[in-house]
């Protein structure tokens, strides 16, 4: 175990903080309770739990004691005790889809609340990638699906059993899978589903769905393609709540729309669900999941404000090819529209964005080098959320926990009132700080769990992939600690 050294940020971290956050470092005492200092990075001990995962996605402090893992390259279900790292896996998927390099396999978990606590629902819910017959979306060769599935846990055997398919046939992808799954508090599931990356790279001439929604004849026969980029609501048995929103006259799965790469959900203040999404070139979101919200992509990227973001159909292009694909300059072939365009009358825009910047801004600037720009995107890739509502970390309480992919970075996000000061939980936040980051690494920062007590925060770690160099901010694959679960300890005063 060694000390969490203090946060030292460099170039690849000023940019973005400093265009969002004006002033944050000097306001942060002034934003909470009088006589409290929220701790800072200096009050934590890290240390690394446990090593060798295979790209951890979902990290959860379960009723056992241990942390229930989701290993989505592996397929596996894993217990982590919390104590020893020593790991017990509960489950491998045979069928699980997961390609080197790409965004599938196995992803999102949910424990129901009666888990080991009651004699009832000892179940557990997972969403997974499989391929299915014929060809994909498109003409893929794949034909890459999505499944939620409950299975039960039988504690004396350590195993999950008698797997039951929720729903299935869900539109998976190689990229923006997403794939959060949460219960929520009134008995139903809520789960995340990405735009598939349509509209870039390799599959900028894929159109986008994420505006589309479905009719009434494809509900009816499970026909579930306009699912992409959505959040969708599900019963426990895996059908359509009767309460959920009619969109177009349509009750379905779909709770929002409008989303492109939603890899964080958590409920959180006020009993409601809130999400993280990875932008494009600029614009991460959090976002409160109002129902039959619309969250504006791919017309819009954070705010309706036409900073730095023009959406580009690539897909109306008659010509289109992955080749002519450029993501700093939409040719005059593709069809464009710029954000003030979008006037939908439910566009719900985001609590706080990391980080709008002006139009004209130079998204290929150095330090970073072809084809690697995205890595010093003013963007931060948040890849997970989580909701801290203890009072054991001093100042942390009524606090978002978003963990980043590029950064190797945690944001604690405060909920603040409209008078810039800590609020409680009882009500949907309206107001986020912008925080500071936290326990700065050179890894890919995956997903967090809570201890119980609320004095130790998890941090899962992917098992490969690009990350800021936070020597020299330009891209680099050297990890720190691949594919494992670090523990940061509170150890300061009470």
Same mark, same amino acid.
């Given at each position: ?6 946060? %030292? ?15 944050? %470092? ?33 990290? =959860? ?37 997961? =390609? ?13 609340? &009666? ?6 629902? /000892? ?64 008995? =139903? ?10 509209? /870039? ?82 614009? &991460? ?38 080749? /002519? ?51 010093? $995107? ?69 997903? #967090? ?6 004095? #130790?925060?998890?941090?899962? #770690? ?27 300890? $509170? #150890?300061?005063?009470?």
């Amino acid at each position: 175990m060694r000390r969490a050294r203090a946060a %030292v940020l460099g170039a690849a971290l000023v940019i973005p903080l400093s265009l969002a956050l004006p002033g944050a %470092v000097a306001d942060e005492r002034s934003r909470h309770d009088d006589d409290v200092v929220p701790a800072g990075e200096e009050d934590f001990d890290r240390s690394v739990l446990t090593t060798e995962l295979s790209d951890p996605f979902e990290i =959860t402090y379960g009723p056992d004691g241990n942390i229930w893992t989701t290993e989505r390259t592996a397929g596996r279900v894993t217990l982590v005790d919390p104590g020893s790292g020593e790991k017990t896996t509960i489950l491998t998927i045979d069928d699980v889809l997961t =390609t080197p390099g790409e965004q599938d396999g196995l992803l999102g978990m949910a424990l129901h609340p &009666d888990l080991l606590r009651k004699h009832k629902n /000892q179940y557990v819910y997972l969403a997974y990638t499989y391929e299915a017959d014929g060809t994909g979306p498109e003409g893929e060769d794949i034909n890459r699906r999505t499944r939620i599935v409950r299975y039960t846990y039988d504690d004396d055997a350590q195993q999950l059993v008698a797997p039951k398919v929720l729903i299935e046939n869900l539109i998976g992808s190689d990229d923006h899978n997403s794939g959060r799954l949460v219960f929520r508090p009134d008995g =139903t599931l809520h789960y995340t589903i990405g735009d598939r990356g349509n509209l /870039q790279d390799l599959n900028a001439c894929k159109v986008n769905e994420a505006q589309r929604l479905p009719t009434a004849e494809e509900i009816k026969a499970g026909d579930w393609t306009a699912y992409q980029g959505k959040t969708l609501r599900l019963n426990l048995d895996g059908t359509i709540p009767k309460d959920n929103p009619k969109l177009n006259g349509v009750r379905s799965h779909i709770f929002t729309y409008g989303h492109r790469n939603p890899q964080g959900l958590v409920v959180g203040p006020g009993d409601r669900v809130y999400s993280s999404e990875q932008g494009p070139k600029s614009d &991460d979101e959090l976002n409160l999941l109002e129902a039959g919200g619309n969250y504006g992509w791919p017309n819009v990227a954070g705010f309706k404000d036409d900073q730095a973001y023009v959406f580009g159909n690539w897909a109306a292009w008659e010509d289109c090819t992955p080749e /002519q694909y450029n993501a700093f300059e939409i040719p005059d072939q593709v069809p464009q529209m710029a954000e003030h365009e979008f006037n939908a009358r439910n566009f719900v825009p985001p609590l706080r964005t990391f980080y709008t910047v002006p139009t004209g801004t130079d998204f290929s600037a150095e330090p970073c080098e072809a084809p690697l720009f995205f890595i010093c $995107y003013p963007t931060v890739a948040p890849s997970s959320l989580d909701w801290y509502e203890a009072d054991a970390i001093p100042g942390w309480e009524s606090s978002f926990l978003m963990p980043t992919l590029k950064l190797g970075t945690l944001f604690r996000l405060p909920v603040l009132d409209d008078n810039g000061r800590g609020k409680g939980h009882d009500d949907a936040a309206r107001v986020i700080d912008g925080g500071l980051p936290l326990f700065v690494s050179q890894n890919r920062y995956r997903d #967090t769990a809570i201890s119980p007590d609320g004095r #130790t925060i998890y941090v899962a #770690t992917d098992s490969g992939g690009l990350v800021r160099d936070l020597d020299t901010g330009a891209s680099t694959d050297v990890l720190a600690d691949p594919g494992a679960i670090l523990a940061f300890r $509170y #150890t300061g005063a009470d």
